[in-house]
């Protein structure tokens, strides 16, 4: 027997306030035909004065809990991917446990920006699979809002807020590619690409928490190429084919880039989750989101095999194959 993580509940939470592409147009020199025309997006949603990244990730946590039917104490670890933590320090995951009401297990953040949820899946599916936790919360949270310059067009229109969480649970198998659960996690980085996505701040550099810089081009070359690399890797590990692959969350960066890889790895439009019309960039949180988004309609169902990828700051990316 093999032991191993599922997926048993889902959750996600989008602020109140919506900005469409028209409202930035009466902000910045741009228009809703050029943001569509080039990355997909129509809107998304900003988090209110004192929202903090801890207050959309409790909200999104509480839904997948529920959605799990399990409650909070049942809880031994929380992993937070997040790139806009609520302070340097401690961890906003703390935070969020003390939210929820937890006093037990451990908490921590990940920094992988949009590959975040990702990495931390893989860690807890490996806490699990050790036997060093039974249960666990998987969450991507953002607040991109408050690190945009709202005056650089080539970014302020990409990114927006949001939270989406997963519980993960042990569960015994025979640990073949037809048992339920994450079959395989792939993650890679190359801190050579720095230059290419970042942002122009930090406390041991500037004292100040600085705003996202990018070299959009250079950063959608390398993303259809490493995406579709990793994504490979990931089915060639676990011995499927493209035709394998139920549905795939990619990480909602730009349009283009979700129908690129798609096209390099031949899967088809029609099974590929999009949200990145109504939720822009949400860094870590995106994944998340999309895939609690294509549960809640019914899409994605027991059995099926779902890819998740994603690439961001680093660069990082990475993939992993669940079967629902």
Not at 248 to 273: F, Y
Request: aromatic letters at 6%.
């Amino acid at each position: 027997m093999a032991r191993r993580s599922a997926l048993v509940g889902c959750g996600a939470y989008l602020p109140e306030r919506v900005l469409t592409n028209q409202d930035l147009a009466k902000m910045v020199d741009t228009s809703d035909e050029w943001i569509v025309q080039r990355t997909g997006i129509k809107l998304r949603h900003i988090a209110a004065e004192g929202q903090v990244t801890s207050d959309l990730a409790v909200a999104a946590a509480e839904r997948a809990l529920a959605s799990a039917g399990m409650k909070a104490d049942e809880i031994d670890m929380i992993v937070v991917a997040t790139a806009t933590p609520d302070q340097t320090f401690p961890a906003t995951a703390t935070r969020v446990q003390a939210k929820l009401g937890i006093t037990r297990g451990a908490a921590f953040d990940v920094q992988a920006v949009c590959s975040g949820f990702v990495y931390g899946l893989n860690i807890a599916d490996n806490f699990i699979r050790l036997g060093q936790a039974q249960t666990a919360l998987v969450i991507g949270a953002e607040t991109f809002s408050r690190i945009l310059d709202w005056t650089d067009r080539s970014t302020c229109v990409l990114f927006g807020d949001g939270a989406g969480a997963v519980v993960l649970r042990g569960i015994e198998g025979e640990g073949t590619n037809r048992d339920r659960g994450i079959l395989s996690c792939h993650l890679h980085s190359d801190g050579r690409q720095h230059d290419l996505l970042y942002v122009d701040g930090g406390p041991s550099s500037t004292m100040t928490t600085g705003h996202v810089r990018m070299e959009g081009k250079e950063v959608f070359r390398h993303a259809v190429t490493n995406l579709t690399d990793v994504v490979a890797e990931a089915l060639t590990a676990n011995g499927f084919g493209p035709g394998d692959i139920d549905w795939v969350v990619p990480h909602q960066a730009n349009l283009r880039i979700i129908e690129g890889t798609a096209r390099k790895l031949q899967l088809p439009a029609s099974k590929v989750v999009v949200t990145i019309d109504k939720h822009a960039n949400t860094s870590a949180a995106s994944i998340p989101l999309a895939l609690s988004e294509a549960v809640g309609d019914g899409r994605i169902k027991p059995g099926q095999v779902v890819l998740l990828e994603a690439m961001g700051g680093g660069f990082t990316w990475a993939a992993s194959i669940v079967r629902w």
